[in-house]
């Protein structure tokens, strides 16, 4: 050390010198990871000599799918996108296979009818076709041109079966073909606007190279997993991935029996965390998130307790017993010639009295009951309302819907006075 340095040498420059260099120990221990940026796969470059084949005539996809000598092909199907909600989706325009040494894109929409030598390749039982998440795929290719398909295997349930301990989740949830090649090719691919692009026109040379990229991944994807299946003790069972199509339904290889995605050995991990109970509103007593629906509430549980009027009763509910309301208040003195309307007059001006109604708890008349066979005169109709009576007619004009439902009839709304 020279004589500058130790005359200007300090113990304060000791500490401000160690905090920095704990500081920087902190943020070397715990480094961000930054964002994993992947290459876009390419079928040339995996593959440089692959050569792809575009075909627009039936004649020419005959003669090149006579030419194929492969036991295992990259299967994947695509048409034009439909943009328009509820509209049918329309039908498959391009049909892509790989195989070793050759990419076909055969664009049926182009042709006038499905080419014979594409129907047995995909009809062969011996031939595998590997794709991601191609049961939509072999049901769409019968709809359209009544084309089964067979020996058809899901890559994302043939990793979910080979590397059960890297996926999780449910068995027939599907994996996508861009994760699958990050994950086992460190590549990814190059998913835009030409995924949804206009496939039923002339293919440009980006829209080429995206259609063999995905049937040539599939490819390639099939070969690396099942080299693990292989590898494994004992080897799982081809029913667990594979399966065909015929008429538009889902069989297990080579059978009669119908088929979904089920593998008893396979571990799901543990269940998802619950969710978290929703807000409730501590003021109104209910959930936002639940609306009205016709004045109804979604959840009765929820629904607002109103409060209750002034007038009301002093009647809790839930409370075992309560009190009944007061009586109602008696009507006031209406002199000495009021005559009550439970006495009329009857033949040789003998005023009969109609006998009095037992009331209720609350003090109410209860109406008392005719005797079976007797029949009661019933009482008038009186309407809701005599507004707007028209004059002159001497009828009740009618007006429908304004019940106590919508279109359950109607009441008079006025009476129109005769005379």
């Not at 007593?285 to 109103?306: E, I, K, L």
């Not at 009661?376 to 439902?405: D, E, H, I, K, L």
Request: glycine residues 6%; contains cysteine; positive net charge.
């Amino acid at each position: 050390m020279s004589a500058f340095q130790a005359s200007s040498f300090s113990p304060d420059m000791v500490v401000t010198a160690a905090s920095s260099s704990d500081s920087q120990s902190n943020d070397s221990a715990q480094p961000e990871e930054p964002p994993r940026v992947y290459d876009f796969y390419s079928y040339a470059t995996k593959s440089p000599g692959t050569r792809l084949v575009y075909i627009q005539n039936p004649i020419t996809a005959d003669v090149a799918i006579s030419q194929l000598d492969s036991k295992v092909l990259g299967f994947d199907l695509e048409w034009r996108p439909n943009f328009i909600k509820g509209n049918p989706e329309n039908p498959v325009a391009l049909v892509q296979l790989a195989s070793e040494d050759t990419i076909l894109l055969i664009h049926v929409s182009f042709m006038h009818a499905f080419p014979e030598k594409l129907k047995e390749l995909l009809l062969d039982p011996n031939v595998v076709k590997a794709g991601v998440g191609i049961q939509k795929d072999c049901k769409k290719l019968w709809i359209d041109h009544r084309v089964d398909t067979r020996n058809c295997v899901d890559l994302s349930l043939l990793a979910r079966t080979v590397d059960n301990a890297r996926w999780k989740g449910k068995y027939a949830n599907p994996i996508g073909l861009s994760r699958l090649c990050e994950t086992y090719e460190d590549l990814t691919l190059n998913k835009g606007k030409i995924q949804t692009s206009n496939w039923e026109r002339p293919l440009d040379l980006r829209q080429q190279e995206y259609a063999a990229n995905d049937c040539h991944a599939g490819l390639v994807l099939y070969k690396r997993l099942a080299e693990m299946a292989t590898a494994m003790s004992p080897v799982p069972h081809r029913v667990w991935y594979s399966f065909d199509t015929i008429s538009g339904m889902l069989y297990q290889p080579s059978s009669g029996v119908i088929w979904h995605p089920f593998n008893p050995y396979y571990d799901p991990g543990p269940p998802p965390p619950p969710r978290l109970p929703k807000a409730v509103d501590a003021e109104n007593g209910h959930d936002p998130s639940q609306r009205p629906v016709r004045g109804r509430w979604r959840n009765n549980r929820t629904r607002p307790q109103r409060p209750l009027s002034p007038s009301a009763s002093s009647f809790v509910p839930g409370a075992k017993e309560h009190s009944p309301s007061p009586s109602p208040s008696p009507l006031p003195s209406l002199g000495p010639n009021y005559r009550s309307p439970t006495s009329f007059p009857h033949a040789n001006n003998v005023v009969v009295t109609a006998p009095m109604f037992s009331t209720d708890a609350d003090g109410f008349p209860l109406l008392p009951r005719a005797a079976p066979g007797v029949w009661q005169q019933p009482q008038p109709y009186r309407p809701r309302s005599f507004r707007g009576a028209v004059p002159g007619t001497g009828q009740v004009r009618m007006q429908a819907g304004r019940g106590r439902g919508r279109g359950r009839g109607g009441y008079p709304i006025a009476v129109a006075p005769t005379g």
